[in-house]
């Protein structure tokens, strides 16, 4: 069965310090993965995904994620984090063989940059 | 561009009440998707529209919730009769062809069911 994995209900950094927010992923085949972000009172916004290539991935805001295929990992970094960072943030996985196209969500990850 | 657009914003209703959801997704796209979020939890998918054809309902509890999707654009979300455990925010989301998963989402509907 595909899954998704925040292990960290809760990141705290100092502005100005690198953050990385970590996913790890079950799935049958090679995956899609997916990095979304969700700021108080909004809707899910797109960072970042990895589909294939290039294992580093960059996306919105200066964020970037490496996939590891060997650790089942796709974590989310930024050198240097901003308040404006402090939101909640999720990982998402699809497997891309066969006509499941159903992604699988984690449970989040809140940040919060302190000034 | 306009944005995925949802109403209402929020809505308060009693236990057994009706209660729908509107949604417009973003011009030229596809796919549709309405998802429920709960407090500490991530979306949970409940039917995806590939045009006006509803391709992946398996997690729609039909008892209560409808959808539809006339005409391939707009989106209606119903539950009748509302349930206490449907207090939730329920998101609606655009993709251009479902394939790569960038999915747009809207400001979602805050719904307390009293």
């Known amino acids: 069965a595909q899954s998704v994995a925040q292990p960290e209900d809760q990141v705290n950094v100092a502005e100005g310090n690198p953050l990385t927010v970590k996913c790890t992923y079950s799935?049958?085949?090679?995956?899609?993965l997916f990095w979304y972000v969700q700021y108080p009172n909004r809707g899910l916004q797109f960072l970042l995904k990895?589909?294939?290539?290039d294992n580093l991935v960059k996306g919105s805001y200066g964020f970037e994620a490496e996939f590891n295929k060997s650790q089942t990992s796709f974590h989310l970094k930024k050198p240097s984090a901003l308040v404006s960072d402090s939101a909640l943030y999720f990982c998402a996985v699809r497997d891309r063989g066969g006509n499941n196209r159903k992604l699988i969500w984690g449970l989040g990850t809140s940040l919060a940059v302190n000034p | 561009e306009a944005g995925v657009v949802q109403s209402p914003r929020y809505k308060i209703i009693e236990k057994k009440q009706p209660v729908a959801f509107w949604c417009n997704p973003i011009?030229?796209?596809?796919?549709l998707y309405w998802y429920r979020q709960n407090l500490g939890q991530g979306p949970e998918l409940l039917i995806r529209?590939?045009?006006?054809?509803?391709?992946?309902d398996s997690q729609l509890p039909k008892d209560r919730f409808s959808a539809e999707r006339l005409k391939g654009v707009d989106s209606t979300l119903k539950i009748q009769p509302a349930e206490l455990g449907d207090s939730a925010v329920y998101l609606c989301a655009s993709s251009r062809d479902g394939q790569n998963e960038k999915l747009f989402f809207g400001s979602g509907t805050q719904l307390s069911v009293l």
């Open positions: 529209y590939e045009n006006e054809e509803a391709v992946d």
């Open positions: 990895y589909i294939t290539g």
């Open positions: 799935v049958s085949g090679n995956p899609y």
């Open positions: 011009s030229g796209h596809n796919t």
